[in-house]
């Protein structure tokens, strides 16, 4: 193993050593909302723009994930499945696109909507904040908080996606997202952060099964809604049927 590959995992290693110890209080606190939206019977919504959508892909419909996790997914956001690829970073300075999409949903008030953006300054994650709060629902933001004390916003409002969320994931990291340099190279490389979140996103689903299994064993809640591997013996059987017992907080099936 090269020197710099050692660098990576170490740097990787750290980042997440880091916001396990400084996040703990936070991810705590999601994994609260979370819980008390599956034992209320609502509705979950995750939405990442650019590559922030790898992490909210990552809890809906997968094995080990909980059922009512839904992604919010708008046109030309998902990664880079857009084409031309800066399509999608130019379609995140749009105002309305979120909104419109969020509207489309059956989202009602009480629900939850987890928010990845890494910089959280432009004009999508701040705006779809502002509304999914002002329609009712919880907002879980998932950013990193070096962007505002180091790069303007991109909205008109001056504000960031951290300013309007009930609870704030800072994912610690740097702007520019490169934390790999090298003497031949004219820019870092070698970015964590889709690693970290995806990591943080998985800690507050881990915690909240954690407190809702809690409940179902003492008898004051229900076994949490959780999807088996298709590749096990039962588990498309099993798939179907939390589908089917969670029908009217899914729309992925649609």
């Known amino acids: 193993m090269s020197e710099l590959v050692g660098r990576y995992f170490d740097t990787a290693i750290a980042h997440l ?10 991810i705590e606190a999601a994994a609260a909302l979370l819980a008390e939206a599956i034992t209320e019977g609502r509705r979950i919504f995750t939405f990442g723009a650019g590559h922030s959508s790898l992490a909210a892909q990552d809890v809906v419909y997968r ?3 909980l059922v009512p ?10 990664g880079v499945t857009v084409m031309p690829a800066p399509l999608s970073s130019a379609l995140e300075r749009v105002s309305g696109l979120a909104t419109a999409a969020l509207d489309h949903t059956p989202a009602t008030s009480g629900d939850l909507l987890f928010l990845i953006s890494l910089s959280g300054r432009q004009v999508m994650p701040v705006e779809l904040a502002q509304h999914a709060r002002d329609r009712g629902l919880k907002v879980i933001g998932l950013t990193s908080l070096a962007y505002p004390r180091e790069i303007a916003s991109a909205h008109p409002s001056g504000t960031y996606l951290k300013d309007h969320c009930d609870v704030v994931l800072d994912n610690k990291i740097a702007v ?3 934390e790999l340099t090298h003497p031949g190279a004219e820019t870092t490389f070698g970015p964590v952060s889709t690693i ?5 996103m998985q800690a507050v ?5 954690d407190r809702l299994a809690d409940a179902a064993l003492a008898g004051t809640g229900a076994t949490p809604p959780l999807f088996r591997s298709g590749n096990v013996p039962g588990g498309t059987e099993w798939n179907a049927k939390q589908m089917s017992d969670n029908a009217e907080r899914i729309f992925y099936t649609f």
């Open 17 to 26: 050593q880091r916001v396990r110890t400084e996040e703990a209080e936070n």
């Open 63 to 65: 094995a080990g994930g």
């Open 69 to 78: 996790m839904n992604l919010l997914e708008v046109p030309g956001m998902a």
């Open 176 to 178: 520019g997202d490169g």
């Open 196 to 200: 970290v979140t995806s990591a943080l």
């Open 205 to 209: 689903v881990a915690s909240a099964v």
